[in-house]
């Protein structure tokens, strides 16, 4: 069993940017999909952005797209999420999410994912 740590949460102004990191431990990263949601008080949680196991297929939700990156270190075992240009509904808690499966495209509902981590907060904030 994989477990997922996210960091990098903060308190940023609009216009600003993070990055958000998901280091793994218990198991190669590299047989994963991988997949941030987010969640903000009083809402479900929404899917974000997702990546195959080898790195070679994302998505997006479209709110995202231009704006967010998500990307894979398989030899550090870490999934990150580089957050540009961020909006004030860009705040919640975002969680990181596992799948173990090796095929071309990840998905984008929470049931896919069997492993989440605890989240960490962002607040886009003037």
């Known amino acids: 069993q994989v477990q997922l740590v996210e960091s990098g949460g903060g308190l940023v102004q609009p216009g600003g940017s993070l990055t958000l990191s998901c280091r793994a431990s218990?198991?190669?990263?590299?047989?994963?999909?991988m997949a941030w949601f987010r969640q903000a008080p009083g809402t479900e949680r929404d899917f974000v952005a997702a990546?195959?196991?080898?790195?070679?297929?994302?998505e997006y939700t479209d709110s995202v797209k231009g704006r967010f990156t998500i990307s894979r270190d398989n030899t550090n075992n870490t999934v990150y999420l580089q957050m540009n240009s961020l909006k004030f509904e860009d705040s919640a808690v975002y969680y990181c999410?596992?799948?173990?499966?090796?095929?071309?495209?990840?998905?984008?509902?929470?049931?896919?994912?069997?492993?989440w981590g605890q989240g960490t907060q962002v607040t886009v904030s003037s």
């Open positions: 999410a596992a799948r173990y499966t090796t095929t071309h495209h990840p998905g984008v509902l929470q049931w896919y994912y069997s492993t």
């Open positions: 990546i195959s196991a080898s790195g070679g297929t994302t």
């Open positions: 218990g198991r190669a990263l590299s047989s994963y999909a």
